[in-house]
Structures are given as C-alpha cells and as structure tokens.
C-alpha cells in the first residue's frame, strides 16, 4: 500500500452524517476504485479525476436510510 489515505489504510473510519437525514454515512471505498470496477490495470488510477493527488483520496459514500450519495475528500497528512 503507498497510498496515504488512512481511511483506505484502515486506520480512520470515515464518520460522516447524511446532509438529509442525519443518519452514519457508509464508505463505499475511494473514487478510484469505483471508477474502474472491470479493468484491474493499475496504471488507470493515475489518470482518474477522484484520484486527486499526493495526499487527497476522494471517497464516495451513501447513506443506507435515503440513499443520499456524497463525496468526501480525505486528506492523508503526515500519515504513512
Ligand atoms: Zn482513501
Ligand atoms: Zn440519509
């Protein structure tokens, strides 16, 4: 793993509430992977647009009371 999102390391759970309905957001993963659900190339992920940068990870969640989809921009820091 060299990503640096620590939520896609396990190390932060993403705890985001739903804008409509105040329900706990669920992380669907980062954009990068859900843009690219058949292709296994790993070099396609530099090129996504969700994949933002050193220390960004764009993720995608929904809330399972109202299906409210947001994005949610991480920001890895300092973290390995
Ligand atoms: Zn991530
Ligand atoms: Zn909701």
Same mark, same amino acid.
């Given at each position: 793993?060299? #990503? !640096? *999102?620590? $939520?896609?390391?396990?190390l932060t759970p993403i705890e985001e509430t739903c804008p409509s309905c105040g329900?706990?957001?669920?992380? *669907? !993963? @980062?954009?990068?992977?859900?843009?690219?659900?058949?292709?296994?190339? =790993?070099?396609?992920?530099?090129?996504?647009?969700?994949? #933002?940068?050193?220390?960004? *990870?764009? %993720?995608?969640?929904?809330?399972?009371? *109202?299906? =409210? @989809?947001? @994005? %949610? #921009? $991480? #920001?890895? @820091?300092?973290?390995?």
């Open positions: 793993m060299t #990503t !640096g *999102c620590p $939520v896609c390391n396990g329900a706990l957001m669920e992380d *669907c !993963g @980062s954009m990068a992977d859900l843009s690219d659900p058949y292709g296994p190339y =790993e070099e396609k992920r530099e090129n996504i647009a969700g994949y #933002t940068g050193d220390n960004l *990870c764009l %993720h995608f969640l929904q809330c399972p009371n *109202c299906d =409210e @989809s947001i @994005s %949610h #921009t $991480v #920001t890895g @820091s300092n973290v390995i």
